[in-house]
């Protein structure tokens, strides 16, 4: 597992680490090191997602032909993001409030942590990190299903009430972090937590975890936590059912999930300090 979506815990603490800012030109220096370290999780990561993804996916890596041998400029992203579905990238602190993700997912506006991982925490860290947004995330945000429904999410979580958006928060986390889906070529990942992670890209498609028929109602009534390998995906029979699902009564369905009460975890009880479950 790796950086994972703490941004969206009420719980989460602060990071340790500091977004880099960008100059007069937009432009943020990375050292030696930092340009290494993307190096490093991007040979290893493409090795590994082969054969793992969804085309979707795939295709959105290509257009955005991401840099191997440095953290891409927020401006070349940008460009393909605009381009394709009207979407770019917000530059933000690690950890950001409820209300700054949600005004801006629902202004096409994906928040990006400008910093990156020590080559101590290669394999995991709590901390959305810039490889964790633009490599899990931003292909993604090129498929317009997938982009439509994350526009849609931001909206509605808006106006939700901080109930209702702990209820929002486990749909993000089984669809735009942790899910998967059915294709002509097999089962694939889309969500972003698994595809920036080694591990989780290696045990979701395992015969470890539990994989159920995505339903929106079940996936909001599943705890999960942040730092496990997730227990349980929940599977789409196509990409195109987040766009359908963007122009359902999503809030009518998290008032059924609430009223029906959560599913019993499937994994341990988190740490006493409350920070790693949802």
């Known amino acids: 597992m790796t950086a994972s979506t703490s941004k969206l815990s009420e719980f989460a ?3 340790g680490y500091r977004a880099r800012l960008p100059d007069e030109q937009g432009h943020i220096g990375y050292s030696d090191t930092e340009n290494a370290t993307w190096r490093a999780l991007m040979q290893r990561q493409l090795a590994i997602i082969e054969g793992r993804v969804c085309q979707q996916y795939l295709d959105g890596l290509e257009r955005l032909a991401l ?5 891409p400029q927020l401006a070349e992203v940008d ?30 506006r994906f928040p990006v942590a400008t910093f990156i991982r020590t080559p101590e925490e290669m394999d995991y860290l709590k901390e959305p990190d810039i490889f964790h947004e633009i490599f899990g995330h931003c292909p993604m945000l090129t498929d317009p299903s997938f982009a ?9 979580g808006l106006a939700a009430s901080p109930k209702e958006r702990v209820y929002l928060a486990r749909l993000y986390w089984l669809t735009v972090e942790f899910g998967l889906v059915d294709t002509p070529a097999g089962r694939r990942i889309y969500g972003g937590g698994i595809i920036s992670s080694p591990k989780e890209t290696l045990h979701a498609l395992s015969d470890t975890p539990m994989h159920l028929p995505f339903d929106p109602v079940e996936a909001m009534r599943t705890p999960y936590r942040i730092d496990i390998l997730q227990p349980l995906y929940y599977v789409l029979d196509d990409l195109t059912t987040l766009h ?6 999503i809030m009518g369905l998290a008032h059924r999930a609430m009223a029906l009460g959560l599913h019993e975890p499937r994994f341990a009880p988190a740490p006493r300090d409350g920070k790693a479950s949802g």
């Not at 359908?244 to 009564?249: E, F, G, Y």
Request: proline share 6%.
């Open 13 to 15: 603490s602060k990071t």
């Open 67 to 71: 840099p191997e041998e440095r953290i």
């Open 79 to 108: 460009r393909v993001l605009l381009a394709a579905t009207g979407w770019k990238t917000a530059q933000v602190p690690a950890l950001i409030p409820f209300d700054t993700f949600f005004d801006l997912l629902a202004n096409r």
């Open 148 to 156: 439509e429904f994350t526009a849609t999410y931001g909206r509605l």
């Open 244 to 249: 359908d699902l963007a122009r359902q009564d």
